[in-house]
């Protein structure tokens, strides 16, 4: 009776733990860098778009105001900001460190998506408009109306929230940017004394400089 033999092909086409946890490391690694860098770009470009407008009653009829999400509210602009910062540190620290980053990275996105939602029923920065506009401090927007801007600030918070939570679930597996620039302790061979003319002063001075002994012969 002849025995199986298992098929060089199924052998090959089976990878292994370590090969598949490292394809999954590359994976997330892309995945957070490309959640991270869209959804900080995507808030930043939101607070420059218009929020909301509406119009102020001014002697001879209304007038009409806008605002920006940046008047309307710095938070989400500025989380993206921080975001994008932990997101980058991420790499420069290992262990419990890249976990604390992570969870900064994290909490900036859930912040950014908690400020856009609630910037957009605000009228606070258009009725301040309105003050300055009618020159009364009681003055209040009229025909307030809202534009998408605030709800895609929000998505982008979102993104980053996504690379955040990837961070905490893969950060271990992904590589140090400081791992190859750390040395390990071990002196560094010095290199050989070239050897020097003693008929040529400017050798010997240029010996003395470097540290070496003109007259020790090799």
Not at 68 to 84: E, H, M, N, R
Not at 182 to 194: I, L, Y
């Amino acid at each position: 009776m002849t025995s199986a033999v298992p098929s060089p092909r199924t052998e090959a086409g089976t990878a292994s733990p370590e090969t598949a946890a490292a394809r999954n490391g590359r994976r997330s690694l892309a995945a957070a860098l490309l959640f991270g860098a869209v959804g900080a770009a995507v808030a930043l470009l939101s607070s420059r778009q218009e929020w909301a407008s509406g119009s102020a009653t001014v002697p001879g009829g209304s007038f009409p105001l806008a605002a920006k999400g940046s008047d309307v509210t710095g938070v989400p602009a500025a989380l993206a900001i921080v975001g994008l910062a932990a997101l980058v540190a991420v790499f420069a620290v290992r262990r419990a460190g890249r976990t604390l980053v992570a969870g900064l990275l994290a909490l900036s996105g859930a912040g950014a998506v908690v400020a856009a939602v609630l910037g957009a029923g605000d009228s606070a920065a258009l009725d301040e408009k309105a003050a300055e506009v009618s020159g009364n401090t009681a003055a209040t927007i009229g025909s307030l109306g809202h534009t998408v801007w605030p709800y895609v600030g929000a998505a982008g918070g979102a993104l980053i929230l996504l690379a955040g939570l990837l961070a905490l679930r893969y950060g271990r597996s992904w590589p140090s940017m400081g791992g190859r620039y750390e040395r390990d302790g071990t002196p560094r061979p010095r290199k050989a004394a070239r050897p020097v003319d003693p008929e040529r002063p400017e050798e010997l001075w240029k010996a003395l400089d470097r540290g070496e002994d003109p007259t020790h012969e090799a």
